[in-house]
Structures are given as C-alpha cells and as structure tokens.
C-alpha cells in the first residue's frame, strides 16, 4: 500500500503532510481553550549551534542540493518548530574566516558562501553573552567560550557540535547527528497534529455548538484560510477520520475496518486503506523518533527564569506582553517557586539589561548583526 495513489496526479496522502505545517496547525488549534485542550504534547528542543555544524550545513547546500528550494534535515526541523537554534553573535565571525575554505571544498565562490549564509542565519536566534571567561588557562580553546556562555545564560539544553573541547569545559554537548531524528519526528508529528485538529473540530462541533460556534465560527474560519491549501485539503478529510477515532490505536483500526465495509466505492477504500497506513506509521516513527532523540540529547539542566526570560524573548521575533512571556518560558520546563510569577518576572525584566519595555510589552536587544561581546 506504501504506493497507493490519492490523486491522479501521482501524490501520496504522505506528501500533503509537510512539516512546516506544524506551527500553523498548533496555532490553529489555539484559537479555542477546546481545541488547545486537544493540542498533543509536542517534543521542542532549544539548541546552541557550533560554527562546525553550521559550515555542515553550508558545505551541503552549496555542494550538494540539487533544487535551491530543498531544504536540509536540520533546516526542516527548525521550519518545524521542533528545534530552536541559538547563537552567540561570535558565530559571524567563526563563519566568514572560513568563507574562502567552504568555497574551494564546494567549488564555489566566495559571494555564493556569503549569500548562502545569510540565507541559513535568518533561521538562528543570536545572543550576546554577558559574561567573560574567568581565567583563559581553564579553556581548552578560547573560541569555544562564546558557545559555552550562550548555553549558560539562555535555557537551552545543549551545544550542537562535534567540538569535544565544549565538553571538558562544561558544557552539554550533543555529539552525535541527530538531524534526521528530528526530522523524521517533526514529520510524524505533523500527521499526529493534523489528527488532532481534525479530531478537534469534531468536539467543537459536539460541545460548544449551542452557546460558542456563533463566536469561534469568525476566527476558525479566518484562521483555517492561513493554512496551506494542502493542510486545508488534509484537515476535511481528518474531520471524517476523527468521528471513528477512539482511545486506543487498536480500537481505532477495528472501528476503520468496521467503517470500510460501508464504503462501497472501491476508490474510496482504496482511500481510507492508506490514511490508516499513514496515520499508524506516523504514530510509530514519532515515538521511535524521540526515544532516540532522548537518548542522544543531555538532560535537561534547570534553569533560573532569567534564562527562560530570555530564550523566549530572543526567540519570539517580536515584542511580547507579560503574560505571553508567562506562559511561553511555563511551557519550557520552568516551574515558579513564587505565588505571583507575573510579578517577580517584572521584577527580573526590569533588573537586567537587555530587557526593553514598551507599553507594556517587552523585546530583549542583543549586538547588531555581526557584532562581538
């Protein structure tokens, strides 16, 4: 069935499921506390990347890609959600003094490593670490303490490199590859979301018709027009699959087979046959997928709120209020210890420098573009 065609145009039902979809679909299903209460616990890791895996990165799109819209398994990812990239502003530099290196080993120019580069950048997070190494004799090498400071003092869970200096400084290192652990799950996540927000909209229907439809109706409405055409196509047909979906995957497959012998149309079947391929497959590679991504990433290091603060801020892209700013660094791991977090977050805001308030929302302001602390 792995070949079964939904279209005459020769797509698979897999093909529909890209994994940027996943952002919008997570925000899609935001618009309700109904639907956000049916949102899936989703994995997201934020990461530190070394200048290594960046040139990685160049060295593959300048010498490998064959289309100029493929996108790499870790540039996947981040388009995903999945992953978060940060860098400390160092990074700029590490990557222009190897320009004339990656052009020859791609057979490239100098201008197209820059170009290429400024492209991947748009996708990283950079931040400016505040503090100095203590004595230069405890690094092993000198350029790598920009890399250990960022993880320091943002909530990231590990530097992303093949550099083993970073380790015997301190810092948690992800050594080993795990770009195609993260996009294999970002994709299986995908299917698993798009489930959900069918399933979703099924429970609206049922609960919240009488007294809330007339309300939400407006704003789903709106907000399932931002999708892709594809999602859009994905979710109607996920609207119908949620209505036999039950608790348990074994349940769920005799509830689809009871269901197939009423569907006549061979086509149709031929149809369902394949979504309950998909759906099971997606299920089983996002959980094989993230037990392997458990087992390569460092755990987790708890971190003050300053660092949460700003992670999210640095990551937001745009000025955030309080509240947001709440509830974002409570969805990455931080648990207050006071009875008004709202409060005491003002009180660190306020208290550090970077934090820039405006009208009741807030931005963190790192170096200029290039820039070295």
Partial sequence: MSDTKINPSGQTLESFFRSDMLPQLVSFLRISSVFASCLPKLFQIRIVLDANRVQKELRWRLGKRVKDTARSALHEAIDAGVVVVYAPAYLDYEIEKHYEDIALATKTTVGRVAEEWLQFRRHLHFYAPRSTPKSAEILVDVDDFAYLATWQEIDARAV??????????GAAVIASDIDLKLRTYARSATIRVSFATGSSISAIVGIE?????????????????????????????LVVLALVHDKSRAKLKRAWEASKRLIVDPVMREIFDEALRVFIKAFEAERESYQALLEAIPPATKRPLLSHARSV????????????????????GYIPRSKDCRVYLRKVLRANEGFVELEGFWTFQTLPVGGMD
Wanted: aromatic share 6%; charged share 25%; hydrophobic share 50%.
């Fill in 160 to 169: 992303y490199s093949l550099d083993r200096h970073l380790a015997r400084i």
């Fill in 209 to 237: 018709f009488l007294g809330a439809m007339s309300r939400i109706l407006k704003r789903l409405i709106a907000a399932f027009k931002e999708l892709p055409g594809a999602a859009q196509c994905g979710m109607v047909g």
């Fill in 313 to 332: 801020c640095l990551a937001a892209g745009e000025p955030l209020s309080l509240e947001a700013i709440e509830e974002r660094v409570r969805a990455g």
